[in-house]
């Protein structure tokens, strides 16, 4: 089946490292996209890929690194920048007409800072 | 500045009723809207959408409304089951933007509570 997995669904950190969050898709989707959602604060949107080796800034991409080096992958790196990294991280994919036909988002994973 | 806006963050309902939620947008660029539906620690799932060019689309319980001159759709969900308990996201999209055209901007999103 097609989908979009994101691993682990939990993660611990220690104040001070850098950790990486993993998303992969089969779904042949150009197009890949991180969010973070705090309570209250609905999904912000942090990196976004339209194509293999290109990403962009979203609207709170300070802290936080991606790379796009296979179509299938977008892992985030959560780095010791990040102030408030302590959220719920989803990340979603797309075909290049995305607001037409809508995301497939992954089940997410918790980080927590300790 | 919030293009897409969910002002009810909660909404309560009793079982058999009628849910409406209501998402209002300040970029007349959107043409394209959506409603996704996330229960806790779960990746939002898509729900319904609708293009400007319509100002209805139905599919079985749920029903949204599009209201351009207004800049407001609305979800409506009839009749309202316990399993429909979750957060409600917006979501817009404008096929005339450049760089990152047909992205989704999200709003907050409204918690529905439907009680039994």
């Known amino acids: 089946d097609g989908g979009i997995t994101q691993s682990p669904k939990y993660l611990f950190r220690k104040e001070g490292q850098n950790v990486t969050l993993s998303c992969e898709q089969n779904?042949?989707?150009?197009?890949m996209y991180w969010y973070r959602q705090d309570p209250g604060q609905g999904l912000r949107l942090i990196y976004y890929?339209?194509?293999?080796?290109?990403?962009q800034k979203g609207d709170i991409a300070e802290g936080y690194s991606v790379s796009r080096e296979k179509k299938e992958s977008f892992p985030l790196t959560v780095t010791s920048a990040q102030k408030n990294p302590t959220a719920f991280y989803l990340c979603?994919?797309?075909?290049?007409?995305?607001?037409?036909?809508?995301?497939?988002f992954g089940s997410g994973t918790r980080l927590t800072v300790v | 500045d919030q293009q897409v806006k969910q002002n009810s963050p909660s909404l309560s309902v009793q079982e058999g009723r009628i849910s409406i939620l209501n998402c209002d947008y300040t970029?007349?660029?959107?043409?394209?809207f959506l409603w996704y539906k996330k229960y806790p620690a779960e990746g939002p799932t898509f729900l319904i959408s609708?293009?400007?060019?319509?100002d209805k689309n139905e599919d079985g319980r749920f029903t949204v409304f599009l209201n351009k001159s207004a800049k407001h759709l609305s979800l409506h969900i009839v009749p309202s089951q316990p399993g429909d308990s979750a957060v409600y996201f917006c979501?817009?999209?404008?096929?005339?933007?450049?760089?990152?055209?047909?992205?989704?901007?999200f709003g907050k999103g409204t918690k529905l509570s439907v009680i039994p």
């Open positions: 609708i293009s400007s060019i319509k």
């Open positions: 970029n007349s660029m959107f043409d394209y």
């Open positions: 779904l042949n989707h150009d197009a």
């Open positions: 979501a817009a999209s404008s096929s005339y933007s450049g760089a990152g055209s047909y992205q989704l901007t």
């Open positions: 890929s339209q194509i293999v080796n290109d990403f």
């Open positions: 979603a994919s797309s075909t290049t007409g995305g607001g037409f036909y809508g995301y497939t």
